[in-house]
């Protein structure tokens, strides 16, 4: 199939959103007739819509929530192209998306730096959690095509939630997430906690201390806003999953809601979880916004679709690339308690980054 198509898709301009829900083979598009986007200002009222949502770390005028209108739905891949085949020209010159070009070269010495004053506010006791993120920049090369990586991204992680977007808010992202922020289908609501991380191992192998504290922290948060708006949530057993090169430690919930209204309230509730940002969690997200050497836009934010074919996926948008026009900037992050150590945090990194360059 030519995924090259989705590059023409994006030179268009036509806001659009392709996806493939974890553990299942179709892939679907969303995609606008117009150019403009709506902006949602609050995220409560995401579930009122219907189309594609795209929601930062932290709303403002700069990184806005906004949603993709479903002009048109379209399923499964070959479809999709036949359709975009007849509808785009077929011969279109790169457009510039007019951002400024910010290169990122966040190497271990910057890590450890910021390392240093995080950890000192968790042995402080200021936060019970933080989450360190960094930014690799890669140059394109001759001949890059974003198509093709998605190609790849949906047949290397299968059981990951996988995108590629493009809005004139937003720009250009792409990733392949293992974390559900909240989920619907038939009355059944789920979330769940992901927040141990390691290398994949050859044979199984209990967690350690770190990451088991680490992923209670979160699911003793998930309980608490559950708690908020229903007492019918049942919680899984933790287990460990598999996502390419890594494992996480996740716990999941089930439950049902008595109204789409409250959906949205528990959506404003859990946004952003300790998996993606810390505790106490207006305090850390203001620390982390202060003190991180860039901004994370929607990296570490929440993506999916609302109430497309009567259900609701929403994924927290992490294992994540923004694409400019010269360059790739590719987005990982690791929590922080009191006894995280600089070495193992940053291979942590490290293990992440290699989840998204083995698509080059």
Not at 34 to 40: A, D, H, L, M, Y
Not at 73 to 89: A, V
Not at 168 to 197: D, F, I, Y
Request: hydrophobic content about 40%; proline content about 4%.
């Amino acid at each position: 199939m030519d995924y090259l198509i989705f590059d023409r898709l994006i030179n268009s301009k036509l806001p659009f959103a392709l996806y493939k829900l974890p553990g299942e083979g179709e892939v679907c598009m969303i995609m606008q007739e117009t150019r403009s986007v709506q902006s949602i200002r609050n995220i409560e009222n995401v579930v009122d819509y219907k189309g594609f949502i795209i929601s930062p770390f932290i709303q403002d005028e700069q990184t806005p929530t906004v949603i993709i209108r479903p002009d048109f739905y379209i399923k499964g891949l070959s479809t999709i192209i036949d359709f975009l085949e007849n509808r785009l020209p077929q011969q279109q010159e790169p457009v510039s998306s007019h951002e400024r070009e910010v290169i990122f070269k966040e190497d271990f010495k910057a890590y450890a730096k910021n390392f240093e004053i995080f950890h000192k506010t968790l042995m402080n006791k200021q936060f019970d959690k933080l989450v360190l993120s960094r930014i690799l920049s890669v140059e394109k090369e001759q001949g890059f095509s974003i198509g093709q990586i998605f190609e790849r991204a949906i047949e290397t992680y299968p059981d990951a939630f996988t995108y590629l977007l493009n809005t004139s808010e937003t720009g250009v992202w792409m990733g392949c997430t293992p974390e559900l922020l909240l989920s619907e289908k038939n009355g059944e609501w789920r979330t769940a906690a992901v927040a141990g991380t390691r290398k994949t191992a050859v044979s199984p192998a209990d967690w350690d201390r770190k990451n088991i504290e680490e992923q209670e922290i979160v699911v003793k948060f998930i309980e608490e806003q559950l708690k908020k708006t229903t007492t019918d949530f049942v919680k899984g057993s933790s287990q460990t999953v598999t996502v390419g090169n890594i494992e996480h430690y996740k716990t999941d919930f089930k439950f049902h809601l008595d109204f789409m209204k409250t959906a949205g309230l528990l959506i404003r509730d859990l946004h952003p979880t300790p998996a993606v940002c810390g505790l106490p969690r207006n305090e850390a997200m203001e620390f982390i916004a202060a003190t991180e050497n860039h901004p994370r836009l929607y990296y570490s934010g929440f993506i999916g679709p609302v109430n497309m074919e009567n259900a609701v996926d929403l994924h927290v948008n992490i294992r994540c690339m923004h694409v400019s026009d010269c360059y790739l900037n590719l987005y990982v992050g690791g929590g922080l308690i009191a006894g995280s150590i600089l070495d193992e945090e940053w291979l942590e990194t490290e293990y992440k980054l290699q989840m998204l360059l083995r698509l080059f």
